[in-house]
């Protein structure tokens, strides 16, 4: 079955582009009607959904963070990435990469954001 | 956007209860929902897509109704494995979006 795995550093600098990247086993994410996601979720908090690469290479973002967020896809290592830029302490949260509506989800990742 | 409003927020309840949790859209979305499942620490894990469609390997416990604008998920007879944060997800439209979630209680 197809298993996600987040990876990535766990602390970034106020300011810097903070860039996670999901890799995606026992399935390809070229084939085809899968969305590729990353949500994230501040501690204590609800969930947000950041964006979604198609199988195609389409992407969308979700408007708040659409000035900021690039997501991106190596369909020969079966990855998908996120790039946030310009990050802040507003920032730190869990992030999660998962397929289409949520299933699966990777375990997530803690991404710090501080000085 | 959709916004998606889940109630209760929280609620406490016992071994055995019958529960159901609510999601309104503010607009309908047909039946592009899904409902997740969240412990401490853990990822969320579908339970309910299509609004109604059991997830494999989920007990049968769950089961999700509803179409249009208001959603339920119910959990017929509550275990203690049950007790976690519940979320509906709306993707009928981007941008994606949750509800605040539902925590459940021991009580």
């Known amino acids: 079955q197809v298993q996600l795995q987040e990876s990535g550093p766990g602390l970034v600098q106020p300011s810097q582009t903070l860039s996670l990247t999901c890799t995606v086993s026992g399935g390809s994410i070229s084939s085809g009607g899968s969305y590729w996601s990353w949500i994230r979720q501040h501690p204590g908090k609800g969930l947000e959904w950041i964006g979604y690469i198609f199988h195609s290479g389409d992407t969308y973002y979700t408007p708040s963070l659409k000035s900021r967020v690039t997501i991106s896809a190596d369909m020969s290592k079966s990855q998908f990435s996120l790039k946030l830029s310009s990050v802040t302490a507003a920032d730190t949260a869990v992030y999660y990469c998962?397929?289409?509506?949520?299933?699966?989800w990777g375990q997530g990742t803690l991404v710090t954001v501080s000085s | 956007d959709i916004q998606m409003t889940q109630s209760p927020s929280s609620l406490s309840a016992s071994v055995g209860d019958r529960l159901t949790i609510t999601c309104r859209a503010s607009q309908g979305i047909r039946n592009d929902l899904g409902w997740y499942q969240q412990k401490p620490g853990k990822a969320p894990k579908r339970l309910i897509y299509?609004?109604?469609s059991l997830q494999s390997g989920v007990p049968s416990r769950f089961s999700g109704s509803g179409s249009g604008t208001e959603f339920t998920l119910t959990i017929s007879s509550l275990q203690p494995e049950d007790f976690a944060t519940y979320y509906c997800l709306q993707h009928s439209s981007t941008p994606w979006t949750f509800g605040q979630g539902t925590k459940v209680e021991i009580k």
């Open positions: 299509a609004a109604s």
């Open positions: 998962a397929r289409d509506y949520g299933s699966p």
